[in-house]
């Protein structure tokens, strides 16, 4: 709330006729205590000749959490010692979990699995383009084609729908992990060949792009500071980037990075070059390794009722867990 204190009041107070001078001086004889818009039609007086008509009053912020986010974090294991939740045939790469703790896991060889909470095959889908990243959006599926660089619905039943297609002019790989903005109902689609972030409502509409001029962006996450973090397996592995679109900037010195996700201040991610997880401090970009050795971490994501990561492994077919740092 703005205040004015005794200049502005004695300023008041002298404009006065000299008729009433001395009762004005004797009114205005406490101009000291500070006078408020919201209780005073002399300080709205004073305030129109001191400030712009467009001046707004910021309500104060609530100050960031104290400490160091990656203080909780366990210490470095191999991935040889996580335990395994699962072995899957082919290539399991991206994962996600529906909020009923089942797991979806797509494999680029044509393959979709559904895994129980303890790791059992309920059932798989067979998808000949290429299924990399997959949303569960009720009991629909969104699912990225890599090869056909579109991204589809499967429902339960019925047939399957393109809800995009993505230019390719390469002949290359094309859209590989996929994000979503819950609050907004917004599908967060990485344009890996054209460098860009795009965006489409989960219920449908035109495709806008949210951002450009990154290498190969191949996954996407709302954090909890508000901004979207996107994963690049060029050479700057992470990137911010406004909410409701703008210019990437850079965080730490990440390169190489296959996945990203969030949760509470920290962003976990797979490292393809150095075969890592690791967690992120997004307001530093200082990192913490929680796995490593000889590994090809590639899908993650965070278990139903959070705390626990989902990781797997596409050169062995392995799907582990481990804990988050918080």
């Known amino acids: 709330m703005t205040t004015y204190r005794g200049a502005a009041a004695t300023r008041y107070c002298s404009a006065l006729v000299v008729v009433a001078a001395l009762l004005a001086a004797a009114s205005c004889g406490g101009g000291t205590s500070p006078v408020t818009r919201a209780t005073s039609a002399a300080s709205s007086a004073a305030s129109t000749a001191t400030a712009p008509a467009s001046a707004t009053v910021s309500a104060v912020s609530t100050p960031p959490p104290s400490g160091d986010p990656l203080a909780g974090c366990p210490a470095a ?20 979990a529906a909020s009923n703790g089942t797991l979806w896991i797509g494999d680029e060889t044509g393959r979709i699995s559904e895994l129980g909470t303890g790791g059992t095959v309920l059932s798989t889908l067979t998808d000949a383009h290429g299924p990399e990243g997959i949303i569960v959006d009720g009991s629909t599926l969104l699912v990225a ?16 729908t393109t809800v995009v297609t993505l230019t390719n002019r390469t002949g290359q790989p094309g859209v590989d992990g ?43 996450s709302v954090a909890t500071d508000g901004a979207l973090y996107v994963a690049d397996e060029g050479a700057t592995g992470l ?35 150095a075969g890592t997880v690791r967690a992120i401090d997004p307001a530093s970009g200082a990192a913490r390794v929680l796995v490593s050795g000889d590994a090809s971490p590639q899908g993650l994501a965070l278990a139903a009722g959070g705390h626990r990561l989902v990781l797997t492994d596409s050169n062995r077919g392995l799907v582990m867990t481990l804990p988050t740092c918080s």
Not at 145 to 153: G, I, K, L
Not at 183 to 202: C, K, Q, S, T, Y
Not at 242 to 260: M, N, Q, S, T
Request: hydrophobic share 40%; charged share 25%; glycine share 12%.
């Open 77 to 96: 294991t191999s991935e040889s010692a996580l335990p395994v939740l699962a072995r899957l045939p082919g290539q399991p790469d991206d994962v996600t």
């Open 178 to 220: 996929l994000g979503v903005d819950t609050e907004r109902g917004l599908l967060l689609i990485p344009d890996g060949l054209l460098g860009a972030l795009r965006a489409v409502p989960l219920g449908g509409g035109a495709l806008r792009t949210l951002a450009t001029g990154m290498s190969r962006p191949v996954a996407a």
């Open 145 to 160: 084609e890599q090869r056909a660089n579109r991204v589809v619905r499967i429902p339960p039943q019925g047939s399957t």
């Open 239 to 273: 990137w911010r980037i406004p909410r409701d679109g703008g210019k990437p900037v850079a965080v730490g010195h990440e390169r190489d990075l296959d996945e990203v996700i969030s949760e509470g201040r920290l962003l976990y991610v797979t490292d393809l070059r």
